[in-house]
Each structure stands twice: as structure tokens, then as C-alpha cells.
């Protein structure tokens, strides 16, 4: 059983930075490919970023390239989403997923594996 659990969302001001984590275990980290992804009550799941099981050549939203950073420890079966200059438009629920298959995947039917989800807050 894969189990994926976030942690690191919170409330913070325009301007502030955040890292979310997420823990992966029941599964051979290393061969796991991760994404991130948010959504609000009002709009399907987004895309935020991805990275390969390498860690090289992650993909960004348009709307986060340039602001937040994901990253993988390997050792530690985890992924970052480090998330700096935030906006109040990046207010949402925060969502780890992973997948065996395809490497890079924006939709998010491509991910097996989801976390519970954490909520991030920023305010004007």
C-alpha cells in the first residue's frame, strides 16, 4: 500500500515563502515519478509542477514557473514544493500525487497515488 502524506501548508501574507513536503512510503521511492497539483472549491484539480525520479528536468505551471521550486530527497522518500513570493491566488489545497507510469504527466489522471491534501492560505 503506497501512502503519500503532505505537510507544511499554512496561513501567510503575500510576499511570504512556504515548503511543502511529502513523505512516500510502501513503494521504492527512487522509481516513483511526483507531481504536485491544487485546487480550489470552485475549479478542477491544477496542475503545479512535476519531477522525474532523477529530480532533473522539472516542469512548472505557467502560473508558478520562476516562484516556487519542486525538489526530491531520495534518501528520505520525499518531495518539496518550496513556494516563495506567494500570492492570495495561490490560495488552495495542496495535493502530492505519484505515479509509476508516465514521467512529467500535468494531467492528473496520470497519478496512481494522491496525498490527503493541505491547505495553504495566503492573504492581501
Known amino acids: 500500500q503506497v501512502q503519500l502524506v503532505e505537510s507544511g501548508g499554512g496561513l501567510v501574507q503575500a510576499g511570504d515563502s512556504l515548503r511543502l513536503s511529502c513523505v512516500v512510503s510502501g513503494r521504492t521511492f527512487s522509481n516513483i515519478a511526483m507531481g504536485w497539483f491544487r485546487q480550489t472549491p470552485d475549479k478542477e484539480r491544477e496542475f503545479v509542477a512535476t519531477?522525474?525520479?532523477?529530480?532533473?528536468?522539472?516542469v512548472y505551471a505557467d502560473s508558478v514557473r520562476g516562484r516556487f521550486t519542486v525538489s526530491r530527497d531520495n534518501a528520505k522518500n520525499t518531495a518539496y514544493l518550496q513556494m516563495d513570493s506567494l500570492k492570495p491566488d495561490d490560495t488552495a489545497v495542496y495535493f502530492c500525487a505519484a505515479t509509476t507510469g508516465v514521467v512529467l504527466a500535468r494531467n492528473p489522471r496520470m497519478y496512481e497515488y494522491w496525498g490527503q491534501g493541505t491547505q495553504v492560505t495566503v492573504s492581501s
Open positions: 519531477i522525474s525520479w532523477s529530480g532533473l528536468m522539472p
